[in-house]
């Protein structure tokens, strides 16, 4: 049906011949080089573009360390942390991580805080480019037993108001 011309070069179009009933057509099909530096070093085309984009979006890596399950000063559910804002575009927000998921790139946290005794939650992406630092204030002494704290809400043991909460800076 199909028969290709052995005599190919890079660059130069590829002849086919194709029989359709008693007739034999040629076709010309254009073969183009392969794109330079689409594989570095033969790695796989995605984790070279996820690794340009965790040096463009965290170029110090202190955001990928947060995350690292490895890193004893990582985040964890139950701590209090503050983020600050490049440029003061948005003020300063203080909660109590209550979830936090891992997913890369897409990284978010859920913080909770209180604001004149109204429960108000938030979900942050760690890798936002005009988020500027993640400040650990304070940790607990004992985490409690579940990584999702959903089930503080509305209860005893629902945070208090966060906002004059003072620790250290450990980024």
């Not at 946290?109 to 992406?125: A, W, Y």
Request: glycine content about 6%; aromatic content about 6%; charged content about 30%.
């Amino acid at each position: 049906m199909f028969s290709l011309s052995r005599k190919r070069v890079l660059g130069l179009p590829l002849l086919i011949n194709q029989r359709v009933g008693f007739k034999t057509q040629t076709k010309t099909i254009k073969v183009y080089e392969p794109l330079p530096n689409a594989h570095k070093d033969g790695k796989p085309l995605m984790d070279v573009i996820r690794a340009d984009q965790y040096k463009k979006l965290d170029p110090s890596g202190i955001k990928q360390k947060l995350l690292d399950s490895k890193n004893p000063t990582r985040l964890r559910s139950g701590d209090i942390v503050r983020i600050n804002y490049k440029n003061n575009i948005k003020p300063s927000i203080t909660g109590m991580i209550i979830a936090l998921n891992r997913a890369g790139l897409e990284s978010n946290l859920l913080l909770r805080n209180q604001v004149t005794k109204i429960g108000v939650e938030l979900r942050v992406s760690v890798f936002n480019p005009i988020i500027e630092r993640i400040d650990i204030l304070r940790k607990p002494m004992t985490y409690r037993p579940r990584n999702k704290l959903y089930y503080i809400r509305n209860n005893r043991l629902d945070v208090g108001d966060l906002e004059n909460v003072k620790g250290k800076k450990l980024l």
